[in-house]
């Protein structure tokens, strides 16, 4: 018997948390005594074509993503396809990196929240 989709989407959810956990306590130790934690500062539209977005973080770093011709829960808040997008990509999790465009879209655009602004502060909440 299949399990509800509100099922798989909690069992995905304690993965995620779990994941970002161990992600922070490693982005953490890599930090070195004395300098201040990296944190996303802004996401603003991209310049390079073929991305929609760019991730301006404190320490200086850039990163482009997510595709200009597609949607995303940002744009439509359809939880079923939020739920789709995040089985299928829950491996761009296994590179452990905050920074990568897998990351980021997994996050920010495909996240819980339906705002910009409130998925940055929840990326840095979970991943700096």
Do not use: C
């Not at 929609?52 to 079923?80: E, I, M, V």
């Amino acid at each position: 018997m299949p399990r509800p989709a509100h099922a798989r989407e909690l069992q995905l959810a304690a993965k995620a948390a779990a994941h970002a956990a161990k992600v922070k306590s490693a982005s953490r130790a890599l930090v070195k005594a004395g300098d201040a934690r990296d944190t996303l500062q802004r996401v603003s539209r991209s310049t390079k074509d073929g991305k929609r977005f760019t991730a301006h973080f404190a320490s200086g770093r850039t990163t482009h993503f997510g595709d200009p011709q597609s949607r995303t829960f940002l744009d439509h808040g359809d939880r079923s396809k939020r739920l789709a997008y995040r089985t299928r990509h829950q491996k761009d999790l296994n590179t452990r990196d905050p920074y990568r465009a897998g990351y980021l879209s997994y996050f920010l655009l495909w996240g819980s929240h339906t705002s910009m602004d409130a998925a940055i502060n929840a990326y840095n909440r979970k991943l700096f």
